[in-house]
């Protein structure tokens, strides 16, 4: 479990770490992803015993609370949907937006459960995403934690001082639009001047440097070829079926 | 030809270093802005006032194309391993990567300047907007009935235009703010 901010409401990455996904490379859990989502386009019956694959899929990995935590989410519009389209339309169009739009909401679920900002990086850079992108998004990563607190640290320091109350309703959020230019500006201050201080650390550490070498690599197991060869043979088994 | 290294003196770069890593630190707290801060008001899409804020004041600050867009892309990429939002990671990582584009594109097509009170606050209201957008693009790829996914939106979109145009205002406001403090002239020094 990865924390994110120290404080009150913070969000946490929860890696699954049992999951023998967890040891899979970021690029295969991509693909595999991108591929579930890419059945939403898939017919009512291939859907269906796509979803029961996908499952089967999920189950294995250990991933299902993690997928149905996140439909669970949704059960409201799902149910309205579903009941809505079964009145006005047919049970089966119900029956397959409900089940397109599950795919949608779980099928990422795979990776982000399983894939550290870390690993993310190294695929980004495999990608040819420039490494100074990838470097900047693992940066953001590892300092949401820190503005989380310095944000917090604002906001109690200007409710001390009478320049922030939290409006409870319209007229009050209205009247107190000034307010939050009290709670933007130090916070703005505060992070162009970490920006510039992690811009000189990373200078002094050789960040330009043109013979640069990844801290790590990427190298795929066997196990994510098997992976591969499996989503590929339920891709032409599914376009194949008539 | 020679074989020539890479350099830094040799590469000339859109964004520079500092502005890459702040406009990562931007990404990193509009998510923060987005847990962190909830207002007690019953309609969707309000933190967006907060969020639309350090979108606006991100490409005033940095003020080259493509600003907003590279803000709105990482933020997407942490609000979905931090699993915000409740249609799923792909859906987080389309509406906020969209928010920025939409925020970029209005900056851009209306002159860029993210001081004026009315780009910005037409910046922000469309970028947010963009949400609304992908949702509808969402709704029309599961095959939902257009019909129905434009009523259940309906009140969202209201939510969206509100809170992006307030979030416009303050972030323009706020870059007025920051301009009075000094602030560019300390980003002049620094450059």
């Known amino acids: 479990m990865i924390r994110l901010g120290t404080s009150g409401r913070s969000r946490q990455l929860a890696l699954v770490e049992r999951s023998p996904l967890r040891h899979a490379d970021p690029r295969t859990k991509l693909a595999l992803s991108m591929c579930a989502s890419l059945a939403v386009m898939l017919s009512l019956e291939k859907l269906v015993a796509f979803m029961g694959l996908y499952v089967l899929l999920l189950f294995w990995a250990r991933l299902l609370p993690e997928a149905a935590r996140q439909v669970w989410r949704l059960k409201w519009v799902l149910l309205v949907l579903f009941v809505v389209d079964w009145i006005f339309v047919s049970l089966d169009l119900a029956v397959i937006i409900v089940l397109r739009l599950s795919l949608l909401a779980g099928a990422f679920a795979l990776f982000f459960a399983t894939t550290t900002p870390a690993e993310l990086r190294l695929a980004l850079e495999w990608m040819r995403v420039p490494y100074r992108y990838a470097f900047s998004l693992s940066v953001a990563f590892q300092s949401v934690g820190l503005l989380d607190d310095e944000w917090r640290a604002i906001r109690e320091a200007q409710q001390a001082r009478g320049a922030w109350t939290r409006p409870e309703g319209w007229r009050k959020l209205l009247e107190s639009l000034g307010d939050l230019i009290a709670l933007a500006v130090p916070a703005i201050v505060m992070t162009t001047k970490r920006a510039w201080a992690m811009t000189e650390a990373a200078y002094a550490r050789g960040f330009d440097s043109p013979h640069r070498r990844p801290y790590a690599q990427l190298s795929m197991g066997r196990l994510d070829w098997n992976l591969l060869a499996a989503t590929l043979a339920v891709a032409v088994a599914l376009l194949l079926w008539r | ?191």
Request: aromatic residues 10%; positive net charge; proline residues 3%.
């Open chain 2, 1 to 191: 030809m020679t074989d020539q290294p890479e350099t830094a003196a040799t590469t000339r770069r859109y964004f520079s270093t500092f502005q890459l890593i702040l406009l990562a630190l931007f990404a990193a707290l509009v998510v923060v802005a987005k847990i962190a801060l909830r207002l007690p008001l019953q309609l969707p899409g309000h933190s967006g006032i907060f969020w639309m804020t350090i979108v606006v004041v991100a490409a005033g600050v940095v003020h080259k194309p493509g600003a907003a867009s590279l803000v709105g892309l990482t933020s997407g990429i942490i609000a979905g391993f931090l699993g915000l939002g409740d249609f799923g990671a792909l859906n987080t990582f389309l509406s906020y990567t969209a928010v920025g584009v939409g925020a970029d594109l209005t900056l851009w097509l209306l002159g860029g300047n993210a001081e004026n009170l009315m780009i910005a606050t037409l910046a922000a209201t469309f970028g947010h907007m963009m949400k609304f957008l992908v949702k509808w693009g969402f709704g029309i790829v599961t095959g939902a009935p257009v019909g129905f996914v434009a009523l259940g939106l309906l009140r969202a979109l209201l939510g969206y235009v509100i809170f992006g145009a307030l979030g416009g205002l303050l972030g323009a406001l706020t870059l007025k703010a920051l301009r009075r403090a000094g602030f560019f002239q300390y980003l002049a020094e620094k450059r």
